[in-house]
């Protein structure tokens, strides 16, 4: 199986901060990584797939990186709404693997 | 577009079998295979499997083999998962969520059910 590993597991923002979440693959991958974001209660929602292509809807401050087995999600002037947490995801390899997810929380 | 509508949540005693539908609406129900995600409470998500629902050919992560099946039923546009001998590690909320491709290979889910909380509980 395919390890996904996200760090940090948590971190404290402020509105209006730059984030970085990074995530490491087991083995390479190459650009089949996805990120999504979760809130209580509720189903993730997809914010990139492919590394790097922002879904549609999704705001121009989410923003995607990597290739291979090193990957980026970069949440430019965090805002309220974005306190969530995040996981990454592959899908080059069954069983499809998650990270186990980066809680951002308000500073 | 697309929607996905879950059965309600249940409780379940342990060794039971728990059943739960994921009804499509809105496009075309053959022609998107449907996954299957787990979320303990407070921990993180878990892929259990998906399903073609043209022809009705499941693929399962190794973790579930033998205890899980998944199946559709094309006359009413819904995909079931049954998990059977459960415990109370199996206590969480499961989620169907509908494929989009892309690289021929690569996958992403941009419609998801609601969650359904299923408890295992003595």
């Known amino acids: 199986d395919i390890q996904m590993t996200q760090s940090p597991s948590s971190l404290s923002a402020s509105v209006g901060d730059r984030v970085t979440i990074t995530c490491r693959a087991s083995?390479?991958?190459?650009?089949?990584l996805n990120w999504y974001q979760q809130k209580p209660g509720k189903a993730p929602r997809l914010l990139i797939y492919?590394?790097?292509f922002l879904q549609s809807g999704v705001p121009s401050r989410f923003s995607g990186s990597g290739s291979g087995t090193d990957f980026t999600l970069s949440i430019s002037n965090l805002q309220l709404e974005d306190f969530a947490t995040y996981y990454c995801?592959?899908?080059?390899?069954?069983?499809?693997?998650f990270g186990g997810g980066t809680k951002v929380e308000i500073k | 577009q697309g929607q996905l509508e879950q059965s309600g949540a249940e409780v379940k005693k342990p060794g039971a079998s728990v059943k739960v539908s994921c009804k499509a609406s809105?496009?075309?129900?053959?022609?998107?295979?449907l996954h299957w995600v787990r979320q303990a409470p407070g921990q993180g998500l878990e892929w259990m499997g998906k399903?073609?629902?043209?022809?009705?050919?499941?693929t399962y992560a190794q973790r579930f083999q033998g205890r899980v099946t998944m199946t559709r039923d094309t006359s009413t546009s819904t995909v079931y998962m049954e998990l059977s001998s459960l415990r109370s590690e199996d206590t969480a909320f499961y989620y169907c969520?509908?494929?989009?491709?892309?690289?021929?290979?690569?996958?992403?889910?941009?419609?998801w059910g609601q969650g359904t909380l299923i408890t295992v509980s003595s």
């Open positions: 995801q592959q899908s080059y390899g069954t069983p499809l693997t």
């Open positions: 083995q390479s991958i190459p650009n089949y």
């Open positions: 492919a590394a790097s």
């Open positions: 809105a496009y075309t129900f053959s022609n998107y295979n």
């Open positions: 399903i073609n629902p043209s022809v009705g050919n499941a």
């Open positions: 969520a509908r494929e989009e491709i892309y690289y021929v290979s690569g996958s992403y889910w941009v419609f």
